[in-house]
């Protein structure tokens, strides 16, 4: 059964850098667009970066320059290199792949804790 699996979430202080990593289990991970969202207490989930079957990206403005989104489709696995973190950061990231062609193979990871504190 495909799934994803996220890790390298944790505690960090303010301006320091974690690196989130998800795995996917199943197969042609290459024909994934791959996302990350997040979801902080009492608010919505929203997107923070995407990375498409092309490579090209696209980031939520939170992220932009701070964040970043990269794959290793040999590897089936999309990082989220986080740098410069904020308090504001704190969520529950969540990692998510949809089939560019049939989107009904649509997978969310169960999600991996990010605290920013100091």
């Known amino acids: 059964q495909e799934q994803l699996v996220e890790s390298g979430g944790g505690l960090a202080q303010p301006g320091e850098s974690l690196r989130l990593s998800c795995v996917f289990s199943g197969n042609g991970f290459s024909l994934y667009t791959m996302d990350w969202f997040r979801q902080a207490p009492g608010k919505q989930r929203e997107l923070v970066a995407t990375m498409s079957t092309d490579y090209s990206t696209n980031y939520a403005d939170f992220a932009e320059g701070r964040f970043s989104i990269s794959r290793d489709d040999a590897q089936k696995t999309v990082y989220l290199d986080m740098t410069n973190l904020r308090v504001e950061d704190t969520a529950v990231y969540f990692c998510?792949?949809?089939?560019?062609?049939?989107?009904?193979?649509?997978?969310w990871g169960q999600g991996t804790q990010v605290t920013v504190s100091s």
């Open positions: 998510h792949g949809i089939h560019r062609v049939f989107k009904l193979r649509e997978y």
